[in-house]
């Protein structure tokens, strides 16, 4: 009986301590191991578009590393067209959009004067709409919400100078800017997180700030609200961030605001705290730090799960890393890893006959081109006619121009003869493509 009874014991105890050692490994940060290896790189994006994760960009010229959750393994990609660092890459209507960033050499580099953006299902960059040339700045925050991408705060003259509190909106449906109020304060190398209806802007620095490289740290967290359109900073000192630093990687959970790694002038090694905020009481929490600190990186929230990748082991330019941990937040089932589906551009009409139009008068014709089948949207490249000065093409929007995913967009084309002899032309529309495709075409004719 007694030992029965010892072994039952001894049972209960062993199971009881798998169940503990079980339970803190999920509050740690894993290394997951990979069947191949992305490249090393820091000051770049790491974000998720449809099932797979892109790691994009960074210092130097880099290739796009696509990750499989499912298979565990790296595949390369197309590097970007030009050197791109120091941003926060966003995932929208299955294309991933790339503004606020810098380009060119340390430590006076240039913002990109336009977005990037790149299509996941072909491996191809393009280039995309004109940020406006007196909003133009880098090592800004980038966050979607309702639709509409946020471009806040930022610095002009890449670590020297120029530090901006702006808050600007653009509307991929139409390719139009807006400018909202300014931040309560300036701060760049930094990440932007949405939680909720608010948009959180929490650590970063003013880089070169008095001649300080590391030091300049801001600790107060600024909150924007989408709904008041106005921004609030939470009260200090318990509002402030508990760690200051710079280079951080942000995402919203729900929730929480996480905040994750970055640099300081407080230590060489790169910092591997992990901060999370509840916008709503204004308090922050600490959870489990990461195996290797990092900054310069991107965290990637999928599943219940975080992902971060790549960045810099130091304060400044290196060591690079490739690791991948992960931490679970939540073991909720999800449907995030919904695939992306290409759309087919669909025309209303592949000919008109204007009839006939007194000379030096004009006539409209409306069509529309429509997005379906799909969830990513389309982007047209070009509209433009060919052999006659007598069609002119009316789009709303500038382009090049994104069509939603289920969106339709309707244009004129304005005929304006020079005489009663016939006229004829061509109106090509092109897709976005590897080259592979030929345009969309209209037959016009008159008189």
């Known amino acids: 009986m007694k030992s029965c009874l010892l072994l039952k014991t001894l049972l209960i105890i062993t199971v009881a301590l798998s169940m ?8 740690q940060w894993q290394i997951l191991e990979t069947e191949s290896q992305s490249q090393e790189r820091h000051e770049n994006a790491f974000v998720k578009s449809g099932e797979n994760f892109y790691l ?21 990609g197309a590097p970007a067209p030009i050197e791109i660092s120091h941003f926060q890459a966003v995932s929208y209507e299955g294309l991933i ?12 580099e240039t913002p990109l004067s336009h977005i990037y953006i790149y299509d996941p299902l072909i491996d191809k960059w393009f280039l995309g709409p004109e940020i406006p040339s007196h909003r133009q700045r880098g090592a800004a925050g980038v966050a979607v919400y309702n639709d509409k991408i946020y471009l806040v705060c930022g610095i002009v003259n890449g670590h020297t100078s120029g530090w901006v509190p702006w808050l600007d909106e653009f509307d991929p449906a139409t390719n139009s800017w807006r400018e909202l109020p300014d931040a309560p304060r300036s701060r760049d190398h930094f990440q ?3 939680v909720g209806d608010k948009l959180i802007a929490a650590g970063g620095r003013k880089s070169g700030y008095d001649g300080q490289g590391f030091e300049a740290t801001i600790a107060e967290t ?43 002038g407080s230590q060489t090694v790169s910092h591997n705290e992990v901060e999370a905020l509840d916008p709503e009481t204004g308090i922050w929490r600490s959870l489990p730090a990461l195996n290797t600190g990092r900054h ?4 990637i929230y999928s599943e219940g799960n975080l992902y971060i990748e790549a960045g810099s082991g130091d304060r400044g330019g290196g060591p690079e890393l490739s690791s991948l941990e992960k931490f679970t937040l939540s073991e909720e089932e999800s449907s995030e890893n919904e695939p992306i589906v290409a759309g087919t551009l669909e025309l209303s009409g592949e000919s008109h006959d204007f009839g006939p139009v007194r000379p030096h008068t004009t006539k409209t014709a409306t069509f529309e081109l429509d997005n379906s089948g799909g969830n990513q949207g389309i982007l047209l490249s070009y509209m433009i006619v060919t052999g006659s000065e007598e069609f002119v093409v009316d789009f709303p929007y500038t382009l090049p121009y994104v069509i939603g995913s289920d969106k339709t967009v309707s244009f004129d084309v304005h005929f304006t003869p020079n005489s009663n002899q016939s006229a004829e032309t061509s109106l090509l529309i092109k897709v976005a493509d590897r080259g592979d495709r030929q345009p969309k075409e209209i037959q016009l004719s008159g008189n």
């Open 20 to 27: 503990y050692d079980s339970s803190v490994a999920q509050d």
């Open 222 to 264: 600024d909150v924007y609200d989408f709904l008041t359109g106005t921004w609030s900073t939470l009260p200090s000192p318990e509002g402030d961030i508990p760690t200051q630093r710079a280079g951080t990687a942000a995402i919203g959970t729900g929730s929480e605001a996480i905040v994750i790694g970055g640099e300081s």
């Open 296 to 299: 310069g990186t991107q965290v």
């Open 56 to 76: 994009l960009g960074g210092r130097g010229s880099r290739p796009t590393d696509i990750y499989n959750p499912s298979t565990h393994t790296w595949m390369e």
């Open 97 to 108: 959009y790339v503004m606020g960033g810098l380009t060119g050499n340390w430590p006076s």
């Open 192 to 194: 932007a997180a949405v």
